[in-house]
């Protein structure tokens, strides 16, 4: 287990010790975007916060719903295609397919279960959560700006809990000033890119003229040109 990872499991038992969905589901959210850190790391394998999370999601979710998963019948038909493309998977089946595969129907069933939390979480919880996981994103990613060109050193801080999995990300690979790429949690600018973008629009078009609002479109639409 990771130094990050420690911290991970603590905080994910501190989610579970709270009442309300609002503390799983940003934990969820926020792992979502730690694309850089492993909370196991087992040789040159590692596993991320997303899938340990999604599990601990799915079991919050399904004792908090008194075991009663959200069937609906668009669950259903997504199921069935995504066990249609997989087939030529489980055909050359191996240990490393296997574990991929294995998270991946982790994945799927927690996108499933998200579509029950409407009826846990106000559209307010829901701004205050993505409000909350966008400043995350947008701060690290003016550090991890400064210190990919080479501005400010490569801090022990973001090494161990941001950027913990080497191997994966472009945060090792540049130090120049001539390197202005934002990507902050993420592995690389491409996979940022559609976060923001999203972030961006899902704040602009909530129609609130709040100072925190404006400031947040401001700063991801910085962000969206780096």
Same mark, same amino acid.
């Given at each position: 287990?990771?130094?990050?990872?420690?911290?991970?499991?603590?905080?994910? =038992?501190?989610?579970?010790?709270?009442?309300?969905?609002?503390?799983?589901?940003?934990?969820?959210?926020?792992?979502?975007?730690?694309?850089?850190?492993?909370? =196991?790391?087992?040789?040159?394998?590692?596993?991320?916060?997303?899938?340990?999370?999604?599990?601990?999601?799915?079991?919050?979710?399904?004792?908090?719903?008194?075991?009663?998963?959200?069937?609906?019948?668009?669950?259903?038909?997504?199921?069935?295609?995504?066990?249609?493309?997989?087939?030529?998977?489980?055909?050359?089946?191996?240990?490393?397919?296997?574990?991929?595969?294995?998270?991946?129907?982790?994945?799927?069933?927690?996108?499933?279960?998200?579509?029950?939390?409407?009826?846990?979480?106000?559209?307010?919880?829901?701004?205050?959560?993505?409000?909350?996981?966008?400043?995350?994103?947008?701060?690290?990613?003016? =550090?991890?700006?400064?210190?990919?060109?080479?501005?400010?050193?490569?801090?022990?801080?973001?090494?161990?809990?941001?950027?913990?999995?080497?191997?994966?990300?472009?945060?090792?690979?540049?130090?120049?000033?001539?390197?202005?790429?934002?990507?902050?949690?993420?592995?690389?600018?491409?996979?940022?890119?559609?976060?923001?973008?999203?972030?961006?629009?899902?704040?602009?078009?909530?129609?609130?003229?709040?100072?925190?609002?404006?400031?947040?479109?401001?700063?991801?639409?910085?962000?969206?040109?780096?």
């Amino acid at each position: 287990m990771t130094v990050f990872g420690i911290f991970w499991i603590i905080y994910l =038992f501190y989610c579970l010790s709270k009442k309300g969905m609002y503390h799983m589901f940003f934990a969820l959210s926020l792992s979502m975007v730690l694309q850089c850190d492993n909370v =196991f790391q087992f040789g040159s394998i590692g596993i991320g916060p997303q899938i340990i999370t999604s599990i601990f999601f799915i079991a919050y979710y399904l004792f908090k719903n008194q075991f009663k998963f959200p069937i609906q019948k668009e669950n259903g038909l997504q199921l069935i295609g995504l066990l249609l493309l997989l087939l030529p998977i489980f055909i050359s089946l191996n240990d490393q397919n296997g574990i991929r595969i294995l998270m991946l129907l982790f994945y799927i069933i927690c996108s499933m279960v998200v579509v029950g939390v409407a009826k846990y979480l106000t559209y307010d919880e829901l701004y205050e959560i993505l409000y909350k996981v966008s400043m995350i994103v947008l701060v690290i990613g003016f =550090f991890q700006i400064l210190m990919t060109m080479g501005v400010i050193p490569k801090l022990w801080l973001f090494k161990n809990f941001i950027y913990n999995d080497v191997s994966s990300s472009q945060f090792y690979i540049f130090n120049s000033f001539s390197y202005i790429r934002f990507f902050s949690t993420f592995r690389e600018p491409s996979y940022c890119a559609p976060f923001i973008i999203a972030m961006f629009f899902f704040f602009f078009e909530s129609g609130r003229k709040t100072r925190e609002n404006v400031r947040i479109c401001i700063m991801l639409f910085l962000a969206i040109i780096l």
